[in-house]
């Protein structure tokens, strides 16, 4: 949480703040008014006007403010999905997509620059990792493409690049602020978090009792298949995942969303299709269906719709339910990593 010498200030809690003012000799009162004013989302400390140039200038020799500066932008023309690619202060960048639905906003935000998982049908996984964000820096993504659109945002979902729960900590807390009255409110219900399946933190954040939705990337009903495009499956297989996601509902009383990417050949056959409705039974799930998203260089086919809706057919016939996921901005590169891919290949150019 330290860039320099100076300490990350929207990553801290208001009561983190409050002790921070109290032990610098300031009044406690002052740290709310700073903690609303930094999850507005200013980027600097002249910009809190109602505070002192004293304090202002105090502050800002102790402190940094997190922010994500617009890098690149792309507008749908389908839809209104926009694609963000935000820099950071250290050149680091990494992708949002906003998306407008009926009841409001929701914003799709990166937990990593890059990921370690090397899952092989994603653009983010061949791009390997660089770094872990913090929580100001999810915070800044949610900040800027509200500024940039001048909306207020009602949801917020956890499946851009990186994996959330190998950066647990930082996701954690990212969560309390996110949802804190004093910060931008937005409720647990109105938050989703997507995982490649790391079981261990599965089990501790069903214990939590956190109300938000749990998406899993299954991909695959098998482990012949799913260690094949998933490494992690390697060390936790499918049985030991499905056991942790009963786990989770059956704790939480929430139902699990299941991702499955239907790749042609690989995973989208009538054998898998029941071998997954077999696995599922019992549990408390929804499985969203996701043609794969072409990405160069791994020799990948989506599934085409007649197989998609057989597939779909199969699992709802055996009491499963199952849909296909609408896909939105598919002229965007809005599937994770393409954008900062792409951006990546041309600055190498
Ligand atoms: N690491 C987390 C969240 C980020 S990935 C996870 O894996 O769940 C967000 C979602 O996009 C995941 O469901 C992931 O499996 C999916 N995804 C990645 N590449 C894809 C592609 N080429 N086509 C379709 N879905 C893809
Ligand atoms: Fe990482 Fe998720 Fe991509 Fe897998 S699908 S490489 S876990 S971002």
């Not at 509200?146 to 969560?175: A, H, K, T, W």
């Not at 042609?264 to 071998?275: F, H, I, T, Y």
Request: net charge neutral.
């Amino acid at each position: 949480m330290e860039r320099q010498d100076k300490i990350d200030i929207k990553s801290k809690t208001l009561s983190e703040l409050q002790e921070d003012f109290v032990s610098q000799g300031l009044p406690r009162y002052k740290a709310l008014q700073v903690y609303r004013w930094l999850h507005r989302g200013v980027s600097s400390f002249e910009e809190m006007t109602d505070q002192s140039k004293a304090l202002r200038e105090q502050l800002s020799q102790k402190y940094y403010i997190s922010v994500a500066t617009i890098e690149k932008k792309q507008v749908s023309a389908y839809d209104n999905t926009v694609k963000y690619l935000f820099s950071l202060p250290d050149g680091e960048c990494v992708e949002s997509v906003l998306m407008q639905y009926h009841h409001g906003y929701s914003i799709c935000i990166s937990t990593q620059v890059g990921c370690r998982m090397g899952c092989t049908f994603c653009a983010t996984g061949m791009c390997g990792f660089a770094r872990n964000l913090c929580p100001s820096e999810m915070l800044a993504q949610i900040q800027s493409a509200q500024q940039d659109q001048n909306i207020r945002i009602s949801n917020v979902v956890l499946m851009g690049m990186g994996e959330p729960l190998d950066n647990y900590e930082n996701v954690l807390r990212f969560l309390e602020l996110v949802s804190s009255d004093e910060g931008m409110n937005i409720g647990m219900r109105h938050i989703s978090l997507s995982t490649c399946g790391v079981v261990d933190k599965i089990y501790d954040l069903a214990d939590r009792k956190l109300q938000l939705t749990l998406s899993v990337s299954l991909h695959a009903p098998n482990d012949a298949i799913r260690s094949q495009t998933m490494p992690i499956n390697r060390k936790w297989g499918v049985d030991t995942l499905l056991k942790a996601c009963r786990y989770y509902s059956k704790t939480t009383g929430r139902r699990i969303s299941f991702e499955y990417a239907m790749i042609a050949g690989v995973s989208d056959s009538d054998d898998c299709a029941r071998e997954l409705a077999h696995k599922l039974k019992g549990t408390l799930s929804h499985v969203n269906l996701i043609p794969v998203n072409h990405v160069s260089g791994n020799g990948y086919q989506k599934s085409d719709g007649p197989r998609l809706h057989r597939f779909c057919q199969i699992l709802n016939d055996s009491g499963i339910t199952a849909t296909v996921r609408r896909t939105l901005g598919a002229d965007i590169d809005a599937s994770c990593g393409q954008l900062r891919r792409r951006h990546r290949e041309e600055v190498a150019e």
